[in-house]
C-alpha cells in the first residue's frame, strides 16, 4: 500500500473537524433552514491560539532494517519470504479465524490442509534457499554494523523531534499572523493544542535478504481544541522519499550523505503538511 505523502491528509482533518462543530451546535441540529457552511477563516477563529507539541511516540521509532548477514539470520528471512510467495497472504486471508468459511469438514479441510502444506513447502524451501543465499552471498557482518552505525549516527544528528520543532518554530516567525506556536503541552496561553508524534524515521521497504528501501519518517497529529465545542480530530501526515530506491549500504555510504540529504528535504515538507492540515487556507511553504 502506498504510504501518504506530504499534504494529503490536509483536507480529511479538516472535513472531520468541520463536520464536527456543525455537530458540536445545538441549532445545528434543529428542524429548520440548513446553516450555513462554516468557512476556513470561522473554523481558524474557533480554533484561537493554535500550540503544537512534537513528541515521539511511545516505543520503538527508529527503523534502519539492515540485510541478513550469515546463514541463520538468511534462513530466518527466506523461510519467511517463501512462506509468503507460496500463498501465505491467501491463507492468512482465508483462515477460518478470519470468518470467511465455516466448513471445517470435506472440502473444506482439504483446502485449508493443502494450502498449509503448499505455505508449510514453502517455508522449507524458502529457508533453506535464504540459508544458503546467507551464507555464500551475503554482505558481511562488519561492513553492514559499519554501515548501521553511520545511519544510526546521521538520524541522530537529524533527531526529528527536535528537526520538526525547528521547522515549524522557523515557519511559525515567517508567518505571525497565522496564530501558532510551538507549545508546550500544558502552556495554558494555548486555547487549541496540536499534538505531533513521530511515529517512524528511518528507512523501510519490503521483506527481504537485502531488501530496497527508501527513507519513510510518518507522524500523528491530533487537534485538541481547549475552549471550543469542537471535539479533537486526528490526521496522518507522512514524507517517503521519491527517488529511486537504495540498499542498506548504499545509503551509509560517505558519512551517510543520501540519507542525510533526504532528512534535509523530509522536515520541511513534513512541517509545512502539518500546518496544512490543521491551519486551513495557509499558502504551501517553499
Not at 223 to 247: D, I
Request: with cysteine; aromatic share 6%.
Amino acid at each position: 500500500m502506498e504510504k501518504p505523502r506530504g499534504l494529503r491528509a490536509g483536507p480529511r482533518l479538516l472535513g472531520c473537524l468541520l463536520a464536527a462543530c456543525v455537530a458540536s451546535v445545538p441549532a445545528c441540529r434543529t428542524p429548520g433552514p440548513a446553516p450555513a457552511p462554516i468557512t476556513p477563516e470561522a473554523y481558524r477563529r474557533a480554533l484561537g491560539a493554535v500550540g503544537i507539541h512534537v513528541s515521539r511516540a511511545k516505543g520503538k521509532i527508529d527503523y534502519l532494517p539492515a540485510p541478513a548477514t550469515g546463514s541463520w539470520t538468511g534462513m530466518g528471512r527466506g523461510a519467511a519470504l517463501g512462506f509468503e510467495y507460496t500463498g501465505g497472504a491467501f491463507w492468512s486471508a482465508h483462515s477460518p479465524s478470519k470468518g470467511s468459511t465455516s466448513d471445517k469438514s470435506g472440502a473444506g479441510a482439504l483446502v485449508y490442509a493443502g494450502l498449509l502444506a503448499l505455505n508449510t513447502a514453502g517455508a522449507v524451501v524458502g529457508g533453506v534457499y535464504g540459508g544458503i543465499a546467507g551464507l555464500v552471498g551475503s554482505p558481511k557482518k562488519e561492513p553492514v554494523a559499519a554501515a548501521k552505525a553511520s545511519l544510526e549516527k546521521a538520524l541522530a544528528e537529524n533527531d526529528p523531534v527536535e528537526r520538526l520543532k525547528a521547522e515549524l518554530t522557523r515557519l511559525s516567525a515567517e508567518r505571525p499572523g497565522d496564530g501558532f506556536r510551538v507549545a508546550g503541552p500544558a502552556d495554558p496561553a494555548v486555547d487549541t493544542l496540536v499534538e505531533v508524534e513521530v511515529l517512524h524515521a528511518g528507512l523501510s521497504g519490503k521483506a527481504g535478504l537485502d531488501p530496497d528501501l527508501r527513507v519513510l519518517v510518518t507522524l500523528d497529529v491530533k487537534a485538541k481544541p481547549r475552549r471550543s465545542p469542537m471535539p479533537g480530530a486526528l490526521s496522518f501526515v507522512g514524507y517517503e522519499s521519491r527517488g529511486k530506491p537504495r540498499k542498506f549500504q548504499a545509503w551509509a555510504a560517505d558519512d551517510a550523505s543520501a540519507f542525510r540529504a533526504e532528512l534535509g528535504k523530509a522536515y520541511p515538507e513534513l512541517a509545512d503538511s502539518v500546518l496544512k492540515a490543521v491551519l486551513p487556507g495557509l499558502p504551501s511553504g517553499p
